[in-house]
């Protein structure tokens, strides 16, 4: 399975929903990415995804989105291919 880093704030109700998703297709560990404690990653996060809202979901070298783009990439069928080594 590939690594999947998601950048997250603490109180984040969408976060929260991402990892549920993530753990119903067997996703053990997620490299999480504190925003909110660290503003540089802030930063850094907005300049390679263009965006400042969290969660933003990277699984592999793929930028998913957010909670929504992820969620939408399972009803399409294509969340577990990208999992997939």
């Known amino acids: 399975m590939k690594p999947v880093t998601m950048y997250t704030t603490a109180v984040c109700p969408y976060c929260v ?6 753990a119903s297709k067997g996703v053990s560990g997620i490299q999480e990415i504190r925003i909110d ?6 930063d ?3 300049a390679i995804t263009g965006r ?3 969660p933003q979901i990277f699984i592999g070298d793929t930028h998913v989105g957010g909670c929504d783009d992820l969620v939408a990439l399972n009803h399409a069928g294509k969340l577990d291919t990208l999992l997939a080594d």
């Open 52 to 54: 400042r809202t969290v």
């Open 37 to 42: 404690l660290d503003p540089e990653q802030r």
């Open 17 to 22: 929903r991402a990892k549920q998703l993530l």
């Open 44 to 46: 850094k996060m907005m």
